[in-house]
Nanobody, 115 residues
Framework: QVRLVESGGGLVQAGGSLRLSCAASGSIFAITSMGWYRQAPGKQRELVATITKGGSTNYADSVKGRFTISGDNAKNTVYLQMNSLQTDDTAVYYC?????????WGQGTQVTVFS
């Protein structure tokens, strides 16, 4: 099993930036890709961005050009740099690790964007 711990959420004004971090531990060798998902109140959890072990990235259309996912293999950490934040970005953000066994999730970190 992979243990994921997110950090970096908080309260930010629209137009501002935040950087989320996700530190992975445990069965690191089994990870094939990692990603960020988010869930706003009353809505389903949705994909934000993913990154493979090889560094290939994928983004939801709503965040393209504003968010950047990156990884530091030495630190077993994945980051999500969020710029030009909008009120619609308000959600709980979850880190996800895809492994050969399935998916593991972090506990989530709250991001609140106010106008």
């Amino acid at each position: 099993q992979v243990r994921l711990v997110e950090s970096g959420g908080g309260l930010v004004q629209a137009g501002g930036s935040l950087r989320l971090s996700c530190a992975a531990s445990g069965s690191i060798f089994a990870i094939t890709s990692m990603g960020w998902y988010r869930q706003a109140p009353g809505k389903q959890r949705e994909l934000v961005a993913t990154i493979t072990k090889g560094g290939s990235t994928n983004y939801a259309d709503s965040v393209k050009g504003r968010f950047t996912i990156s990884g530091d293999n030495a630190k077993n950490t994945v980051y999500l740099q969020m710029n030009s934040l909008q009120t619609d970005d308000t959600a709980v953000y979850y880190c996800n690790a895809r492994t050969i066994r399935g998916y593991d999730w972090g506990q989530g970190t709250q991001v609140t964007v106010f106008s």
